[in-house]
């Protein structure tokens, strides 16, 4: 089969219900096996029932991780054993990590629901120790394939910072209902629509909490890892008068795949369209991403650059440096008219497919990178909806 009949027949699978199927095929295509026949490979297991999602669309999603230095840094069993086709085979089993690696002292870490039409989404809110009802900023951050609010929380060390930074965060939780392997449906159609779907839950969390705190609706933010990134670049595009800036780690574009086939090339090759259209300013991005990601390609990190400027006239300045003992990067700042940053592209070599700079308490992180934690929340925080309207 030619590549193009490969992606017709993969998704005529797909519609069919047969991602297993699917999936196989699509994976020796990119692995480029030559087909040795016309009908599609099976893998042994039972195709799931139509109309049910892969348990993960980050294809090998944790079996690609980064090769770090540090055994800290690796998961705490072999993920790749868990995987079978972009499904994962086996809950990933890991120690949760203890609260003391996710919330500060004197710090709060509550529980939340919210519900609408689309469904309903448990999430945990940190509350730093600094508020006392006055007006603060909002994050809210989108967890990446197999991973908890719990998890992310202590990989990235966000409420650390927050803390530092008198902030709440808040970290909305996939149900396995919705994806068995617990991401975000960034590549489905009814997923990318503003008031449908994925984004009017995660658009009614913030709104919820801003309700329910004393939040400025001037600075709230929306950052994520692989399919949280790319969750949170479709929440940049369809709720850009909520969002102040984004923050995007290991992702994809809005509108980089509409079904399975197209994100497994997007992921492998990178995809998305170069420019969305905007009647304004760019939303301020920021962007990480390893230039070993074998899960989710690099030129994917460059993409979501190009789409976000789109036709707006920006100056790059390039600053390249090293984390002592770690990895070197490169950090493309684009500048305004006015000399203000409002997209950087750090782009980290030798880092693969983990946040960076994040802590082993968590899974997929690489402590070897740059501080991307501490680097978002300084962007964001030097960025709100007021100066975008100006």
Known sequence: MLNHDIIREATRLTRSGQLVEATALLQRMLRGEKERGTTAPTTGHPAPAAGIEPPTIEAKANAAETRRPRPAAQPAVDIAKNLHGLGLGGALRR???????????GARFLEGVYANAAGSRAYRLFIPSGYHGQAIPLVIMLHGCTQSPEDFAAGTRMNFIAEEQTCFVAYPAQRAEANQAKCWNWFRPADQQ???????????????IMCDHSVDPERVYVAGLSAGAAAAAVMGSTYGDLYAAIGIHSGLACGAASDLPSALMAMKQGGG????????PPVPT????????????????ARIVRQ????????AKVHRGRVPGG?????????????RGILEHWEIHGAGHAWSGGSPAGSYTDPDGPDATREMLRFFLEHSLQQRRN
């Open 95 to 105: 120690a949760p990590p203890s609260m003391a690696d996710i919330v500060p002292d």
């Open 194 to 208: 503003r008031g449908a779907g994925e984004p009017s839950l995660i658009a009614g969390i913030t709104r919820q």
């Open 273 to 280: 369209p170069e420019a969305m259209p905007s009647g304004g």
């Open 286 to 301: 920021i962007v990480f991403h390893g230039d070993r990601d074998t899960t989710v390609h690099s030129k994917n990190g």
């Open 308 to 315: 976000s400027l789109g036709g707006f006239r920006t100056k």
């Open 327 to 339: 990895h070197a990067y490169t950090r493309t700042i684009h500048t305004d008219a006015g000399g």
